[in-house]
């Protein structure tokens, strides 16, 4: 477990980044220690760099929370997640 300090170290994120992407639904809420400091695991880390690289890409939130929807359910069909990367390459093109 780590606190949001080595979370934003660890992920380059800023801590009031990650709190905004707690408030918008992206990234889980906290589990919170006894004295109600914020503790991230792991998954949690891997979960931040993913949305970061997502909107290093230029993935706007509802993108990127789609994305991960996908991701959590891999038994669904990669076309959802194809029309999302070719709509944003696009974008960028």
Not at 56 to 83: H, T, W, Y
Request: hydrophobic share 40%; proline share 3%.
């Amino acid at each position: 477990m780590m606190r949001i300090g080595a979370l934003s170290k660890k992920s380059g994120v800023h801590i009031e980044t990650i709190r905004y992407y707690e408030r918008a639904g992206v990234l889980p809420k906290a589990r919170r220690t006894a004295n109600g400091r914020r503790t991230y695991s792991e998954e949690d880390a891997d979960r931040l760099a993913f949305i970061r690289h997502a909107r290093e890409l230029g993935f706007d939130l509802p993108a990127v929370r789609a994305l991960l929807a996908l991701q959590e359910r891999p038994e669904l069909s990669c076309e959802a997640a194809s029309k999302l990367a070719s709509a944003q390459l696009s974008a960028v093109e």
